[in-house]
């Protein structure tokens, strides 16, 4: 368990300021609970070093019904027409992009994305000369945690 804690640090140095609990550290991944509004969300951020630090989350807002939802910050700016793909084990998304953010375009999408990180190793996430690489050891448990840790509110 001492192995992972730089990585917590870094998880922890990346959430708000108005994430309240910790939910647990899973590997690569980790899951906290914010109380206003009432938000929890796994988190993980890129492997290796990029011009600007890249994070992966997978959130749920109860109060406003959205559950699995993902976003992901990237390395880099993407232009207003540019394309970014993510790349899940053998499947493939194309992404809403907005600056640095990455989204997929609708609930559905989320939920295919959400699906198949579950049972992938790796993922990554590519545009205009970047890409953003994920482990996803310990992903399926924190977005577990994170639906349990807003399910007991």
Partial sequence: MTRFWPLA????AAVPLAARD???VFESWAAFRDASP???????KAEGKSAAPAYATVSLWPGKGVRGAVHLVLSREVPAKG???????DKRFTL????RN???ADARGDAAIVA???SAARMSVSGAGFTDRYTLSGAATAIDAATVGCAKR
Avoid: E, F, N, P
Avoid at 38 to 44: E, K, M, N, S, T
């Fill in 102 to 104: 990455a989204w997929a």
């Fill in 83 to 89: 394309a970014v793909r993510l790349a899940v084990g």
């Fill in 38 to 44: 009432a938000r929890c969300y796994a988190i993980a």
């Fill in 9 to 12: 640090l870094l998880v922890l």
């Fill in 96 to 99: 809403v992009t907005k600056g």
């Fill in 116 to 118: 198949a990180m579950r």
């Fill in 22 to 24: 910790s939910l647990g």
